[in-house]
């Protein structure tokens, strides 16, 4: 079955530790995205890739990390910079580039700070 | 100021008992309203897009509905497995972005 693969499902990280959240699809789709979930609020853009080898920075990239070397991989490192980084953090994949296409979603990593 | 408000926050349904969910919107130009399910511990399930004011989508007991301001879930006859949390999202021309509501918490007890 076709799908978006997001592990691990639970990280912990330590004080001055970056963690990398791995997100793999089998869609052939072209543009990848990460979020963040935070209670009582919406999901939040942290990088978006529309295509292989090029990527921008959404409303709250800053202590994040990216890179997009294959199509079907665009994993997220979160770095000691991100003072506040328990969260529920999600991949989605859309067929095309463009914010009007639907988004599928992986089911979450959820990162806690030991 | 949200561009995406949704309502109610939680709503507790008998089964069987139809209902609306509500998410309004504030954006200078709609490109597209989209609606997901989540259950806890998930990621969001995609269920419908709409483009214009007007059009309706339907898939089972759910029926999706545009507006120039706002858009309508209806759920008809709802069963427990449809207790989920509903999020839409809004495409807004000249974003390079999605906008998300915080969700409206569905509980349908048996």
């Known amino acids: 079955d076709g799908g978006i693969t997001q592990s691990p499902k639970y990280l912990f990280r330590k004080e001055g530790q970056n963690v990398t959240l791995s997100c793999e699809q089998n869609?052939?789709?072209?543009?990848m995205y990460w979020y963040r979930q935070d209670p009582g609020q919406g999901l939040r853009l942290i990088y978006y890739s529309q295509i292989v080898n090029d990527f921008q920075k959404g409303d709250i990239a800053e202590g994040y990390s990216v890179s997009r070397e294959k199509k079907e991989s665009f994993p997220l490192t979160v770095t000691s910079a991100q003072k506040n980084p328990t969260a529920f953090y999600l991949c989605?994949?859309?067929?095309?580039?463009?914010?009007?296409?639907?988004?599928?979603f992986g089911d979450g990593t959820r990162l806690s700070i030991l | 100021e949200d561009q995406v408000t949704q309502s109610p926050e939680a709503l507790r349904l008998q089964e069987g008992e139809s209902s609306s969910l509500n998410c309004s919107y504030t954006v200078s130009g709609l490109r597209g309203l989209f609606w997901y399910r989540q259950d806890p511990g998930k990621g969001p399930e995609f269920l419908f897009t709409?483009?214009?004011a007007g059009e309706e989508k339907e898939k089972e007991r759910l029926k999706a509905t545009l507006t120039k301001k706002e858009s309508f879930l209806h759920i008809t006859a709802p069963k427990p497995e449809d207790s989920a949390t509903y999020l839409c999202a809004v495409d807004e021309t000249g974003a390079n972005n999605l906008f998300f509501g915080t969700g409206t918490r569905l509980t349908v007890i048996p």
């Open positions: 869609l052939n789709h072209d543009a």
């Open positions: 989605a994949s859309s067929m095309r580039g463009g914010w009007n296409q639907p988004q599928h």
């Open positions: 709409l483009y214009s």
